[in-house]
Structures are given as C-alpha cells and as structure tokens.
C-alpha cells in the first residue's frame, strides 16, 4: 500500500541552525513526491516538487530512491519558517495526493 | 485571481443529521479534490471532480458524497453523521485532473463538529 511516514511529529531547532525534515515513503513504480507547508492561520500550500529541483525559500529536497526518502533541508533554519510540514506522494489507486501527518518545525530565536 | 473559498467556515449539527459543504475553485480550474483532515489520521483524500465528474475516490463510506457543477463549484454532503465526523473539511483546486497530478491549491477549510 501507498504510505508516507515523517517521523517526527514536532521538531525544534535555534535560528540559524541546520534542519531536516524526514520523510519516507512506500510505492511501487515511479512516484512524484511534494513537501505542502502549513504556516500559522494561514492555508495549506504547496512548498515544493521533486520534479523541478528547485529551491524555494532556501529549502530543498531530494529524492532518494534507494531509500524511499524525500527529506526536506535549510542549511540556516529562519523564525518565519515555523509551520506544519506535510510531505505528500501523488498516485496509487486513489489517484490524488497521500499526505503524511505532518511535522512542526518550531525555530526558536 | 481570487483563490478556493469554502463556505461555510464553522458548522456545528448532531448526530444523524446531514451536512452540505461548498467549495468554489480558483477560476479556471477544474478539478476540484475534497479532503478530511483529523488529528489522528491526518489528511485523507476523500473524492476528486474534474468537469462534473467523480474521477477518483477514497476509502469513506459512502454516506459521503459529492457533485459539482457547470461552473466548477463542488459541494460534498455527509449523510447520518456520526461524532467521528467531527474534522476540517479541505477542499483543493486544480487546473489539471487528477488533482493536478499533486499540484493543488487548497481552501480555508470547514471546521465541522458533530454533536
């Protein structure tokens, strides 16, 4: 079955220190994988998709195929980045996003 | 361009009672996905609609159910509640099927409390 496990239900780090967000995933074939972010009162929204290799307010993410991973990195975690991170899987049998539960990165000043 | 919008944001009904959910999608898109969102299980996808047509679905009974219309407007209604209903209702637009193969733009939610 299609899964998504980030095991990390919150995660505190200091401003300007490294963070890492886990992910794991379970699929067969060739999945697409997207990190969705959360900020306080505001909606879910897209952060970003292993297919473009991009880097959007300095996070980025890799597919690791070996180990069925997609963790999410900043080299200097921001204040602004506290929020709710859900990494998601597009595809199986639903046909539509498989979120994870979700991580809360608290970056404490 | 204006984004999703949910109505209405806060819903409280009792136990047997049935429920209507409006979602309006960012225009020009088409498709439009439904999700339940709960502190135990996390985001589940519910159903997708692309063009007034139900293209996928999740694993809910199936007192849950949904249309949408001409316009893109999708609603979702929820037939004898039951207390583990109790969720916030996302309802996320797409320009492409297949909830925009995961490219998707989600609304404010509706926070529903069964009673």
């Known amino acids: 079955a299609q899964r998504v496990t980030q095991p990390e239900k919150l995660l505190s780090v200091f401003k300007g220190a490294p963070v890492e967000l886990k992910c794991n995933y379970s699929?067969?074939?060739?999945?697409?994988l997207f990190w969705y972010v959360q900020y306080s009162r505001q909606r879910l929204q897209l952060l970003l998709r292993h297919i473009s290799r991009e880097s959007i307010k300095g996070f980025t993410a890799d597919l690791n195929k070996g180990e069925t991973s997609f963790h999410l990195k900043k080299p200097f975690a921001q204040e602004e980045d506290s929020a709710m991170y859900y990494c998601a899987i597009y595809g199986g049998s639903q046909g539509n996003l498989i979120f994870g539960k979700g991580t809360k990165l608290s970056v404490k000043p | 361009k204006a984004g999703v919008t949910q109505t209405p944001r806060y819903l409280i009904k009792t136990r047997g009672q049935q429920v209507t959910l409006s979602c309006s999608p960012i225009s020009g898109h088409r498709s439009v996905s439904w999700y339940q969102q709960t502190p135990g299980q996390g985001l589940q996808f519910l159903f997708e609609y692309f063009s007034e047509t139900q293209r996928n679905k999740g694993n809910f009974p199936g007192r849950f159910s949904g249309r949408q219309f001409s316009n893109s407007r999708s609603e979702m209604n929820v037939s004898t509640l039951e207390l583990g209903d109790s969720a916030l209702y996302l309802c996320?637009?797409?320009?492409?099927?297949?909830?925009?193969?995961?490219?998707?733009?989600f609304g404010p939610g509706t926070r529903l409390t069964v009673l």
């Open positions: 699929y067969s074939g060739s999945p697409e």
């Open positions: 996320a637009s797409s320009l492409r099927p297949s909830g925009g193969r995961g490219e998707q733009f």
